[in-house]
């Protein structure tokens, strides 16, 4: 739960008007203020659920569809061997497996969230994310970089 408090936690911002929950994927500098902790919970809650489909369809469809890409490519063994006809069987599953559901999540997520909010508490926000969301940022950046340097040189070292 920690992650989903990470990824729900810039959402909320104490503005000059209160308290403000700004959505992901909603217009920029717009943010609607939140009137009691029960509603915050219940918005917290819902990006929490939206986060986590959102993350299950990205990464148990990426993987479904290399798996489904590379069974293809194997089927077709020499008509395949070339990288742009590899990579284009690997967009197409990607987007039958992935593309299809996070559309309707997505579509869902924009209706959904209307209901938490109204447009008579819209209020504009400031641009800038707090200094500490933006160390954060940062530091993550730097880990998932060493991260993925410290696969590919474990992928291609001499044995």
Do not use: N
Request: glycine residues 10%.
């Amino acid at each position: 739960m920690g992650l989903l408090d990470l990824l729900v936690g810039p959402c909320f911002r104490d503005e000059k008007a209160g308290r403000v929950v700004v959505f992901p994927g909603d217009r920029r500098h717009r943010g609607y203020l939140v009137r009691s902790e029960a509603e915050e919970l219940k918005i917290r809650a819902f990006l929490k659920m939206f986060f986590c489909a959102h993350a299950s369809i990205l990464l148990l469809g990426g993987l479904l569809a290399s798996g489904w890409a590379t069974d293809v490519r194997h089927v077709l063994d020499g008509q395949a061997a070339h990288v742009f006809r590899t990579e284009g069987i690997f967009l197409g599953m990607y987007l039958l497996v992935v593309g299809v559901p996070y559309f309707l999540v997505w579509r869902s997520y924009k209706k959904s969230f209307v209901s938490f909010i109204s447009p008579q508490d819209e209020v504009l926000v400031s641009g800038k994310r707090p200094r500490q969301q933006q160390v954060l940022l940062a530091v993550g950046m730097i880990v998932f970089t060493i991260a993925i340097l410290l696969g590919v040189l474990l992928l291609i070292r001499t044995k």
